[in-house]
């Protein structure tokens, strides 16, 4: 495949042993991915990042294989279980991207094409995601570990879905302060295109039907919040008839427009980055055939959610629906009870923006904090606001964004009559 040609691929010249404490051996028993450093007993070198690492438990059985990763206290991610016959290697990745498609067949409709390919380790990949947006790839790279292997990764999956044309290579933070040589001299937002090289990184792409533009280059997480979509049609059915709705935390407007496509007068995307409300702008734009969205008055406004709320308030405004989608408040144990705070804030102030018998629709990206803790919160708060919760329904991960660990588990969202 052409546009992967300078990617790297890996070529192990000998492989790490690792044998592990009876903890590591459980775990990995258990199917559980992540091999701790903690859990390692004894290690037959230090290894660089991506090298094959092959871990033992005491008695010397092979208990799976995996990359290694100097860099973080998970120090293998560990990719097949057991004594598998297939070496980590290219055929390893294209049947575990095999898989991951298998899993997703007949699951998107025909009216989507954007979605994801590979969700981290809930798809055996832990520490990468893919997403597909039409005919462009976004691998997103967490860990240095799968660096040396992406020519072959991104080989795996052009060959699973020929449609696409053109790539981009996205990395954390973490990795993107990382050694030149780490990276393979890749940066973050390196793009691929077959036949234009002129292009920037934008990509429009169509969810339910709706037309979107991500901006992979540069755009937050891949370039789009795609683990909300079947939320966003949720709120395309709720929002049918409805008079104003608010969008807090709206990113690039994808609920805001499932709104105005129901038939909403009135639709309020809120961020506090101007990039976004210019994005959420320019897909109402994109939009402008469907007579709905065209009808629809949008106020993009950029500024901070809790501000903008007050001052909605002071204006006496009240909304059919509000729609509360805020970033992860709690990144790590410590922050948890400061973020349940903020939940709480939110809730309170955005029930208040809430007619009778109106929507409240809020989301967490939280992995930290559970769906009961944090639900609980909310309903205590809209009670004592005198804004008691009739909650009628709550979803979790859709089908392209398995879960299937304890710890992949983030995305809950609950839908309250007020
Ligand atoms: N609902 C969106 C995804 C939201 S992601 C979708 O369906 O696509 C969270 C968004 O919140 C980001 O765009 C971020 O810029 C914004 N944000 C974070 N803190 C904010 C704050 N205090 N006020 C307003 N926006 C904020």
Not at 21 to 35: C, E, M, N, V
Not at 379 to 386: G, I, K, L, N, R
């Amino acid at each position: 495949m052409i546009l992967s040609h300078n990617l790297p691929r890996g070529n192990p010249p000998d492989r790490i042993a690792v044998r592990v404490k009876d903890k590591g051996a459980r775990a990995l028993r258990q199917g559980h991915p992540w091999l701790f450093e903690d859990s390692i007993e004894k290690i037959s070198r230090d290894g660089k990042p991506g090298e094959v690492a092959v871990v033992f438990d005491q008695d010397k059985a092979v208990l799976g294989a995996g990359l290694y990763d100097p860099s973080s206290p998970v120090r293998v991610k560990v990719l097949s279980f057991g004594p598998s016959k297939i070496p980590v290697g290219p055929e390893l990745f294209r049947k575990l991207c095999l898989e991951a498609k298998q899993l997703r067949d007949g699951k998107i409709s025909a009216d989507t094409n954007a979605w994801r390919l590979i969700n981290g380790e809930s798809d055996a990949f832990p520490g990468m995601v893919a997403d597909k947006y039409a005919d462009v790839l976004v691998l997103k790279v967490y860990t240095p570990a799968f660096i040396p292997w992406l020519g072959d990764i991104a080989d795996a999956l052009f060959e699973l879905y020929p449609e696409l044309r053109r790539l981009a290579i996205r990395f954390s933070r973490e990795i993107q302060r990382m050694p030149d040589e780490v990276r393979f001299g890749l940066i973050d937002g390196t793009l691929l295109a077959a036949g234009s090289p002129a292009w920037d990184g934008a990509v429009q792409f169509l969810e339910n039907g709706i037309i979107f533009e991500a901006d992979v280059k540069s755009g937050q997480k891949t370039g789009f919040f795609l683990d909300q979509r079947d939320n966003r049609a949720a709120v395309g059915e709720l929002a049918k008839g409805a008079g104003k709705v608010l969008n807090l935390f709206s990113y690039s407007g994808g609920f805001s427009l499932y709104a105005a496509r129901a038939g909403a007068a009135e639709v309020y995307s809120v961020d506090f980055s101007k990039h976004a409300i210019a994005a959420a702008s320019r897909n109402f734009a994109l939009n402008g055939n469907d007579r709905n969205i065209a009808a629809c008055k949008h106020f993009g406004i950029t500024g901070d959610a809790f501000a903008v709320m007050n001052e909605l308030d002071k204006d006496k405004k009240l909304f059919d629906i509000v729609i509360v989608d805020p970033p992860s408040f709690a990144k790590s144990a410590a922050e948890k009870d400061t973020a349940i705070k903020s939940y709480a804030r939110l809730a309170r102030s955005a029930v208040k923006l809430i007619r009778k018998n109106g929507i409240l629709i809020f989301a967490s990206c939280s992995s930290r904090i559970c769906a009961d803790e944090l639900f609980e919160v909310v309903h205590q708060v809209a009670a004592a606001a005198d804004r008691p919760l009739d909650e009628f329904s709550r979803t979790s991960h859709a089908a392209d964004h398995p879960a299937k660990f304890k710890e992949s588990n983030y995305l809950k969202c609950m839908y309250a009559r007020v």
